[in-house]
C-alpha cells in the first residue's frame, strides 16, 4: 500500500469563487484533501478550511486529492439534502479536462465499465470486464480537446461518480492520466509534477431559488 505523504498547498490558502446563504463554490488546488481523514495530519482540508470562516459548512462532495478544481459546499442542512439529490439522481453535470499519456484515437467516445475496490491493493479500484461481478457500474464520455507531442488533452463526463473513476477509466483505455502517482507507471509519474485531472466546470440547481448555476474553473494544463 502507497503511503500518503501529506503536504498540503498554503497559497491559494481559500479560493472562494461564489457564496450565498445556502451554498459556498471553491477551486481546489490540487494537494488538498476535500474533507479530513484518520490521522491526525490530515485535518487540513478544504472543508475544514472553510469552516473556519463559515463553521455551518457541510461536505457535499469530494474531489481526490490529486484533483484541482471547482466544489460546493452546503452552508445547512436543507441545502445539503438538495444538492446530494442532484448528484445522486445525476441532474447536475460535471466537466473535466485531464492530460493522458500518448494519442487517443478517437475524437470522442464511451467508457462503460463497472468499477470495484481492489480488494487486493486496498484503496485501489479496478475495472471490470463482461461478466465480472461485484462492481458498480460506471459511465463515463470523453472528448479529444487536442493531441499534443506524446499526450492528449481530453474533456471527461461522467455520467456516475465512482471513487477513482476517470482515473481507473483512462488508465482502462490505455492512456493513464499524467503524474498519476496510484495508476500510472514511472514513465506516466514523471511526465507531470501532478495529477493532471482538473475538475472545469459544474452545472447545478439552486437549492433555495431553484435556478441554474454554473461555475468553471479554467484548467492549468497548457503547454
Not at 500510472?184 to 482538473?198: S, T, Y
Amino acid at each position: 500500500m502507497q503511503i500518503f505523504d501529506y503536504q498540503p498547498p498554503a497559497v491559494p490558502w481559500l479560493d472562494i469563487r461564489y457564496k450565498d446563504r445556502d451554498l459556498i463554490i471553491i477551486n481546489k488546488p490540487s494537494g488538498l484533501l476535500s474533507n479530513p481523514g484518520i490521522a491526525a495530519h490530515t485535518f487540513d482540508c478544504a472543508l475544514t478550511r472553510l469552516q473556519t470562516l463559515y463553521p455551518e459548512t457541510i461536505l457535499v462532495h469530494r474531489l481526490d486529492c490529486a484533483t484541482s478544481g471547482i466544489m460546493v459546499f452546503a452552508r445547512n442542512k436543507k441545502a445539503e439534502s438538495h444538492l446530494k439529490t442532484q448528484f445522486q439522481d445525476r441532474q447536475s453535470k460535471k466537466v473535466y479536462i485531464a492530460e493522458v499519456m500518448g494519442h487517443v484515437p478517437q475524437e470522442q467516445g464511451m467508457i462503460d465499465l463497472a468499477i470495484a475496490p481492489d480488494t487486493e491493493h486496498p484503496p485501489y479500484q479496478k475495472t471490470l470486464q463482461a461478466g465480472e461481478t461485484g462492481g458498480k457500474s460506471a459511465l463515463t464520455y470523453y472528448r479529444v480537446l487536442e493531441r499534443r507531442e506524446n499526450s492528449t488533452l481530453v474533456e471527461l463526463s461522467p455520467e456516475t461518480g465512482r471513487t477513482h473513476q476517470l482515473r481507473v477509466h483512462m488508465l482502462a483505455l490505455g492512456h493513464a492520466i499524467l503524474g498519476d502517482e496510484f495508476y500510472g507507471d514511472a514513465e506516466v509519474i514523471k511526465a507531470a509534477p501532478r495529477l493532471c485531472l482538473h475538475a472545469q466546470s459544474l452545472s447545478l440547481t439552486h437549492p433555495y431559488s431553484a435556478k441554474p448555476l454554473f461555475f468553471s474553473s479554467k484548467h492549468p494544463f497548457t503547454e
